[in-house]
């Protein structure tokens, strides 16, 4: 068995979760958009469940939109917004993930243009350069909350009242979007708290399902969908309604509590601390950031060799997201800090999660040292 340190890749699903799934798979199976009584039975379920994620974000439930995961749900704000106004500029960071930064540059190739925010060496936008990226014709203002490599806490809620007393003076509106993946278990995501206009979340970074995620849309933000076909969600995101996975999701979203928050911040803190390996670093910040999250910088030496020979102990971690996992470029998040390429390479990300153990700590910590002290050994980076 593994000890599983990667949680910010993805999380297992919750006992509790699973169980109130289960019975949507075979036993109330019935299509939510059918007129008979298992059709109009699964309806049901997807209206609380939409229900019960609008409690979480404090929204109306209409304003909950269900996708197939962050990605859909990154890529339905950034197009569907910027599409929607016939956009001349937005504005974004240069350490968001993939699926807002891939959709920014299909933008541009539009004829959009997009301004990529740099951040400061511990991971976070400083207002004041964002207020000075703003133009007449700034349409849309993308910033993701948590960092899924180094667990950095945008300020949010800040950014929201800038936008807020900005759009004050202005005649054409600002929307803010916000990808809060990796902040639902860790950070308050009332929207209007926030003032954001679009939120997007996922069901397997809080321990419910694969393949489920949702976007909040704030009433009367223009929107142009992505996806066409039947008319399903008022034609916003059509398709079949995946309803075990969004009975999974709301589940998740029901069981997040902030107590599990001082357990894992307890966890990492030891981890830390019984870190014993010279030329070590962390990247971003060390307060402003969730609890779950460590990123090691080992000098001399190859994060992805550091993961296969943790594996091969049965510890599971990751150098930085999954989702670039294939990649040889270092991560372009840390490069974004001012770390050189050589540096970059060396990184080991380590997520807890609420499953997470101190022997799972113990693991990794007895296996690190000979693993760094065997890769330098044989490192041309030496």
Known sequence: MFHYLDNAATTPVDSRVLKAMLPYFSKNFGNASSLHQPGLDNRVAVDRSQAKIARFLGCNKEEVYFTSGATESDNMAVLGLARAVKGKHIITTKIEHDAVLEP???LEKEGVEVTYLPV???GLVELKNLEKSIKENTVLVSVMYVNNEIGTIQPIA???KMIKRLNQKRKNKIYFFTDAVQALNYCDCNVDKLGVDLLALSGHKIYGPKGIGALYLRKGTPFAPIIFGGHQQANVRPGTYNVPGIVGLAKAVELISSKENGKIRKLRDYLIKK???KDVFINGDLVKRVSSNVNFIFKGVEGESVVLML????IAASTGSACSSGSLEPSH??????LKPEMAHGSLRVTLGRFTKKEDLDALLKELPLIIKRLRQMSPLK
């Open 120 to 122: 400061n060496s511990h």
């Open 104 to 106: 920014c540059r299909r």
């Open 333 to 338: 998040v840390l490069l974004a800090l001012g």
């Open 275 to 277: 870190v014993k390996i």
């Open 158 to 160: 800040e950014i929201g």
């Open 311 to 314: 594996s091969e102990k049965k």
